[in-house]
C-alpha cells in the first residue's frame, strides 16, 4: 500500500499552497481508479465539481460537489471516479499545526463525512481566500481553518449521547435543503412538540434553526455557483429563496459577500 507525502495526490495539481503547517493542494481528478492508499498527514478533501467513490474500512461514500470529507493520518482508503471532470481541494493539517492552532489538537480517528452546514461554509470560504490570494489570505486561512477544525471536534464531543430526533431532523432537513419547512410541520413529522424543536435545537447544533436551515441554503448555493450554466436567478430557486434578493441578503449574512462577488473569486 502506497503512502501519499504532503502534497501528494492522484491526479493534476492545479495548485499548491503552504501556510505554516499546512498544505492546501488544488487538484483535478484524472485516475478512474486509485487503489488502496494512506496519508502521512490528517486532511480534508472537499469536491469541488463532479463524483468520486471512496471506500474505506468501514463504508463507502458517494462524494457529488459539495462533499467534504476527513481523514485521520494513515487512514487507509481507495477512490473510484465516474467519467467526467471531477476537482477536489485537499487540506493537509500537519500534527505542529493541530497542537499549535487548535486546543489540545483534532482527536478524531477514522475517516468521516463532514455534513455541518458552517464547517462547510467555512471550507468554502477557505477556497475563496485561496483564490483571493491577498496579504490578508494567509493569516485568514489559518484562521478559518482553526475555526473549522475546533467546530468539528465541538460537534463530535457533542454527539456522544443526543436523543434519537436530533439525528432525524439533521437527516430531514440535509435531504431537503430547498423545502421551506413551518416549525409546527417539522415537529409534526418528528413526532415531538414545536416548542421543544425551537428550544432544544441549539443545545444540539450550536445556533437555531432558522440559522441552521438559511445557512444549509447557502451552502447549497455555494455548491451550485461553481457551475457556469445556471443564473444567480436559477441558483436562488433552486435553494428555495423567495427571490434573488432574499438569495442576496442571507448569503451575505452567512458568507460575508454577495454571490455574485463570491461566484468571481470562486470561478478564477
Known amino acids: 500500500m502506497q503512502l501519499l507525502t504532503t502534497g501528494q495526490f492522484y491526479g493534476q495539481t492545479q495548485r499548491l499552497v503552504q ?3 499546512l498544505t492546501l493542494t488544488d487538484t483535478a481528478y484524472t485516475h478512474e481508479y486509485v ?8 486532511y480534508f478533501t472537499f469536491i469541488l465539481a463532479g463524483t468520486v467513490v471512496e471506500g474505506n474500512k468501514k463504508e ?40 499549535g492552532f487548535t486546543s489540545g489538537g483534532l482527536a478524531i480517528q477514522g475517516s468521516l463525512q463532514v455534513r455541518d452546514p458552517a464547517i462547510k461554509t ?3 470560504r477557505i477556497f475563496r481566500e485561496l483564490q483571493l490570494s491577498d496579504e490578508t489570505s494567509p ?6 481553518l482553526s475555526d473549522a477544525v475546533q467546530l468539528l471536534g465541538s460537534r463530535r464531543r457533542a454527539t456522544a449521547a443526543v436523543p434519537p430526533w436530533v439525528g432525524r431532523v439533521r ?14 410541520e417539522l415537529a409534526h413529522v418528528l413526532a415531538i412538540h414545536p416548542a421543544h424543536l ?47 434578493s432574499h438569495f442576496s441578503r442571507c448569503f451575505k449574512a452567512v458568507m460575508a459577500d454577495q454571490p455574485a462577488r463570491c461566484r468571481k473569486l470562486l470561478l478564477r
Not at 60 to 80: D, I, K, R, S
Not at 139 to 144: N, S
Not at 178 to 184: D, F
Open 19 to 21: 501556510l505554516d503547517g
Open 198 to 244: 425551537s428550544r432544544s435545537f441549539p443545545t444540539y447544533f450550536a445556533c437555531t434553526l432558522g440559522q441552521y436551515i438559511r445557512t444549509l441554503k447557502v451552502e447549497r448555493a455555494l455548491t451550485l455557483l461553481l457551475d457556469r450554466r445556471l443564473s444567480l436567478q436559477d441558483i436562488a430557486f433552486a435553494c428555495g429563496f423567495f427571490d434573488q
Open 60 to 99: 463507502v461514500v458517494h462524494c457529488p460537489a459539495g462533499t467534504l470529507l476527513y481523514h485521520h493520518w494513515q487512514e487507509a482508503h481507495y477512490n473510484h471516479k465516474p467519467p467526467g471532470f471531477t476537482r477536489g481541494l485537499h487540506i493537509e493539517l500537519e500534527p505542529a499545526w493541530l497542537t
Open 139 to 144: 493569516i485568514a486561512i489559518q484562521a478559518l
Open 171 to 184: 437527516d430531514l432537513l440535509h435531504d431537503t435543503p430547498a423545502k421551506n419547512w413551518t416549525l409546527p
Open 35 to 42: 487503489d488502496w492508499h494512506y496519508h502521512e498527514n490528517a
Open 122 to 124: 467555512t471550507i468554502y
